[in-house]
C-alpha cells in the first residue's frame, strides 16, 4: 500500500538535493532521493512501525523532513544545522516521532537501512551513544511500505 500524506511540502528537482548534498556531504542512497522527489517529506497518515529491542516496541512518526520545508523544524538544513547530538557522519535524520526521538538512514548504502535514535538519554548532555540506536529495517523502502495507521 502507497503511503498517504495529511501534508506535505513544496516539490523539489535533483538540483536541491544535489545542493544539499554539497553543503552537507552527504552522498544521499537513490531510494531516499527517489523519496525526497516524489514526496519531499510531511506528515504521514500511515506512520507507526515497529522498532526491535527498544522497549516501547512501537513508534510513530510525527513528520518526515525535506529540503525547503514549510515548517523551519521540519527542514533538513536546519535539523542538521541545530542538532543537539553530534550523529555518526554516515546517519542522517529524516524523520522525528512525537516524543521527538529521530528516524535516521545509513547514507552509505544504497538501501538506506533504518534507525531509531532514542533522543532522550541525551537531552541536556549532547552526548552521543550507539546503545540508544535501534534497527529498524534493513531497507528504507520496505521501512515505507510496513508503516501503519494507529488502531484507535
Known amino acids: 500500500m502507497p503511503i498517504e500524506f495529511k501534508s506535505s511540502n513544496p516539490a523539489i528537482d535533483i538540483s536541491r538535493i544535489r545542493e544539499f548534498e554539497r553543503t552537507w556531504g552527504y552522498n544521499l542512497p537513490p531510494c531516499y ?81 533504518v534507525y531509531f535514535f532514542d533522543h532522550r538519554p541525551s537531552w541536556g548532555n549532547g552526548v552521543w551513544r550507539d546503545e540508544n540506536l535501534y534497527a529498524v529495517n534493513d531497507r528504507f523502502t520496505e521501512f515505507l511500505s510496513q508503516l501503519k495507521t494507529a488502531i484507535k
Open 33 to 113: 532521493q527517489e523519496f525526497l522527489l516524489k514526496q519531499n517529506g510531511g506528515r504521514p497518515v500511515q506512520n507507526i512501525f515497529p522498532i526491535t529491542g527498544f522497549a516501547d516496541r512501537l513508534g510513530g512518526i510525527q513528520v518526515f523532513f525535506g529540503i525547503g520545508a514549510l515548517v523551519k523544524t521540519s527542514d533538513l538544513n536546519w535539523r542538521i544545522k541545530n542538532r543537539l547530538v553530534k550523529f555518526p557522519d554516515e546517519l542522517l535524520e529524516i524523520a522525528c516521532t512525537d516524543g521527538n526521538d529521530l528516524i535516521c538512514i545509513n547514507t552509505i548504502s544504497p538501501s538506506a537501512p
